[in-house]
């Protein structure tokens, strides 16, 4: 029958995952979640109540692109042909642009963010944008060459005064405004505080300034925009800033919209400015010389007594008079192209801007000035976040080069073809010239001083009418970039979530106690519950004995229906199945002391006394024997004065428990110099054909076989072995040695009992704990004084219960 026991013990033994163990065993955990999820809560509802919270700020806007039909349809298309507008724009470089630092940093100084204000509460402070009544000031160049933030206290006194502290340059400054507005000297540069108009004061509160390099607020505000086209089909543009302000930050997608198109309309008109310069001076030097030729005129007439000429005289001049127009625009396009030439030849104006718009009628060559003009255009737009070296700049320098070459080129062949064309039409006036030449030399002379008055004139009126086309053109310059859709900031944050938030917490409060139960489980070294036996193992389970929090070491009683009563009882019924049919001696050992054997072995005595059958438990513990102090018997004598001879009546040495009239107890004894060898003696096996012959059931209370071989040597007078172990207590290695004093049968028929399982956490299948032990002795016999005080589970008064 104990062999069948064994075969029900194996098929036990289980090394498969049980999923609904390891759901059983978190839930014995209950308490652990539960509170482990409220304090997540609550932590995440104190994050949520004093988070400053990020709202998402976003616009649209469509910048005018030549190649996606931005500008196709502009009001500025008229003006294209004059040469005196920049080229098209492409929508990634208006981007970067968008994005650049100079830009950021432009907007930042406008609107004044590099300087902020905070109203310090009791726990947190909250933001005063715009509605600060205080406002601190200090000079640009100084803010550009901070090298740390400057901190300021500030306090409005009843008295309307101020209390100034702060940090400024690792300097700490304390000082009392009595007047506003004040400036407060410091060794970074000077600071104006004053009030703002129409915002209320806040009397005894402390407002927190913080100034910082307008530079430095300009980056952080650069990683927190994302701007974007749509499409790659459209030059409509969505800007995003994550921010903790809405005003602001709609006041800043806003300001940075406005700042571009003002950066983009100084670079169109760049060139009109320039050709304006040059038509005023043209006008100033032909206003000259026309005055000039009109005064030769007037003198001559005077001179010459002239009022009209003779009619035939025009006649014979008419057709001359057609050659001369000509000549005089010929002439009027040669002087431009030899100004055009010196100003291009001249090294100083390398990387000037060529004007093309002077009233040149060859169409290539101002298509040609208009494509150089362009190049030097973006060559400047580089240059303003890159260095000359840069290889993009290099590049550009060759383009140029090469554009200047084209232009040079450009001007000599249109200069070559002004010449040709100014000797043919002077040759064919001097055909003319020599009909008039029997002309009286006074018309001749005055035609020749009227002629170079009418060149000038002409020259005159064209350049009067460019200007006033080239001041249009400054009035009329549009935007490059038009809102479509007006800052909004969302209406509720975009960080931190609430209901993200709140869900992190519960899943933290979840896994939290999962993994510092997992953790606790990969560095147990001992054994907790049921389940860890069945794991490691081999030996057949008798039955779990529940913790035992009575001062008596009594447990089992009759009539009593208690857990661990009913436990005692389980155990009993399996013992009498281990040992089947004429079998009735049981030895209870252990590892180590303080596992409870002795405190199992007097209970499971008790509980087979209680079926009426006449039983003894035996003290064989005689190295560190207990037994009669948990009876209250003499430890005077005991088995071992019989096995040294010094007592040869055995049953004079048995006396009544005094627990029940069934149960009889055989102290060990005074404790022998040489425990081993007594029990090796062949008095010991009479002693037990005694018992047997006398008793229905020995329970035989033995030394813990992981300290002393005094168990071995018992396992030839005994039926079976009951191997107790206590959960957060027993170490686990101290299993696998069980199994193999099991494999190699030291003991006969093993089985094992758990003790100390914990009924609270037993509802749910399992007894998981975390009771540690450090403290215990391997010393076994020694005394236990000075080490750490145990919990009073299964032991009685005295400590060494469990022993």
């Known amino acids: 029958m104990s062999e069948e026991f064994n075969k029900v013990g194996d098929e036990n033994q289980s090394e498969e995952i049980n999923i609904q163990e390891i759901i059983f065993k978190y839930l ?65 470089n208006e981007i970067e642009v968008l994005k650049s630092k100079s830009t950021i940093k432009s907007v930042v100084n406008a609107l004044g963010l590099h300087t902020s204000y905070r109203l310090k509460g009791a726990i947190s402070s909250s933001e005063l944008y715009l509605n600060s009544p205080l406002e601190v000031r200090m000079d640009q160049q100084a803010l550009d060459t901070l090298s740390s933030g400057i901190v300021l206290n500030l306090t409005i006194n009843p008295d309307r005064s101020i209390q100034v502290k702060g940090l400024v340059n690792q300097e700490e400054i304390s000082q009392t405004l ?14 104006t505080i004053s009030y703002r108009p129409n915002i209320p004061s806040v009397v005894n509160k402390e407002i927190e300034v913080t100034i910082n390099r307008p530079i430095s607020v300009a980056k952080s505000y650069l990683s927190r925009l994302a701007i974007a086209p749509t499409s790659k089909t459209t030059s409509v543009v969505n800007l995003s800033l994550s921010e903790t302000n809405r005003k602001r930050g709609e006041d800043f997608l806003t300001k940075l919209v406005d700042v571009y198109n003002l950066d983009a309309m100084a670079d169109k008109n760049k060139v009109a400015l320039n050709t ?63 100004y055009l030439q010196k100003h291009i030849s001249n090294r100083a104006n390398r990387y000037s801007l060529v004007p093309s718009n002077v009233g040149l009628e060859d169409p290539t060559l101002i298509a040609t000035i208009n494509e150089y003009n362009k190049s030097l255009l973006e060559r400047e737009r580089l240059l303003r976040t890159a260095s000359e070296n840069n290889p993009t700049v290099l590049a550009l320098n060759g383009k140029i080069d090469a554009l200047r070459g084209n232009v040079t080129a450009a001007i000599a062949s249109v200069h070559n073809g002004l010449t040709i064309a100014k000797n043919d039409v002077n040759r064919q006036a ?46 009329a310059t549009a935007n490059n970039a038009k809102m479509i859709d007006e800052p909004l900031a969302s209406g509720t944050p975009v ?8 869900l992190v917490a519960f899943i933290l409060g979840i896994v939290i106690p999962i993994v510092i139960i997992y953790i606790s489980d990969l560095f147990q070294y001992r054994i907790r519950s049921r389940a860890d036996i069945d794991k490691l193992s081999k030996l057949p389970f008798l039955a779990e004995i529940p913790t035992h929090e009575a001062e008596t070491n009594v447990a089992v009683r009759e009539n009593d229906n208690s857990s661990i009563a009913e436990a005692f009882r389980v155990l009993r019924t399996n013992l009498l199945f281990l040992l089947g049919v004429d079998k009735k001696v049981i030895l209870f050992t252990s590892t180590m002391g303080g596992e409870g054997k002795s ?190 005080k145990k919990s009073r589970r299964n032991k009685s008064k005295d400590e060494d219960i469990n022993s």
């Open 495 to 502: 960080s931190p979530k609430g209901s993200i938030i709140y």
């Open 599 to 788: 405190f199992v072995s007097l209970n499971a005595a008790i509980s087979l006394a209680l079926l009426n059958k006449k039983v003894l438990i035996i003290g064989l513990d005689i190295r560190k024997p207990r037994m009669a102090e948990y009876l209250n018997l003499s430890a005077k004598k005991g088995i071992t004065n019989y096995l040294s001879g010094f007592e040869d009546d055995l049953d004079s040495l048995i006396v009544p428990s005094g627990i029940n009239p069934n149960l009889f107890a055989l102290p060990a004894g005074p404790v022998p110099p040489n425990p081993s060898e007594q029990l090796v003696k062949d008095s010991l096996d009479k002693a037990f054909e005694h018992f047997r012959e006398n008793f229905d059931y020995i329970i035989v209370d033995s030394a813990p076989i992981g300290l002393v071989t005094d168990t071995f040597i018992l396992n030839r007078v005994v039926d079976a072995t009951a191997y107790v172990c206590r959960v957060n207590w027993t170490n686990k290695t101290a299993l696998k040695y069980c199994n193999d004093v099991m494999a190699q049968k030291k003991l006969k028929n093993m089985s094992l009992v758990v003790n100390g399982i914990d009924m609270a956490r037993k509802g749910y299948g399992y007894g998981y704990g975390y009771g540690y032990g450090y403290g215990y002795g391997y010393g076994y016999g020694e005394d236990n004084t000075g080490k750490k």
């Open 28 to 92: 014995s955990y209950w308490k652990w979640f539960v509170i482990s999820i409220i304090v997540c809560l609550a932590i995440a509802f104190l994050y949520l109540r004093y988070a400053t919270p990020v709202y998402n700020v976003s616009a649209a806007i469509i910048i005018k692109d030549d190649k996606k039909g931005g500008n196709g349809t502009s009001e500025l298309s008229v003006f294209e042909g004059m040469g005196l507008l920049g080229g098209s724009n492409n929508v990634d």
């Open 276 to 338: 304006k310069l040059f038509i005023d001076d043209r006008i100033a030097i032909i206003d000259k010389e026309l005055g000039s030729a009109e005064k030769n005129v007037e003198q001559y007439k005077r001179s010459q007594k002239m009022t009209d000429l003779q009619t035939d005289a025009q006649l014979s001049l008419q057709t001359s008079s057609e050659y001369e127009k000509k000549l005089v625009e010929a002439e009027t396009q040669l002087n431009l192209v030899n």
């Open 178 to 191: 009595s007047t506003l507005p004040s400036i407060l000297r410091t060794s970074v540069g000077d600071l």
């Open 430 to 475: 001097k055909l003319f010239n020599n009909q008039i030449g029997n002309a009286p030399t006074q018309e001749r002379v005055f035609t020749e001083l009227s002629r170079q008055q009418q060149i000038k004139a002409s020259l005159f009126e064209m350049l009067l009418q460019k200007r006033e086309e080239n001041n249009l053109s400054l009035a």
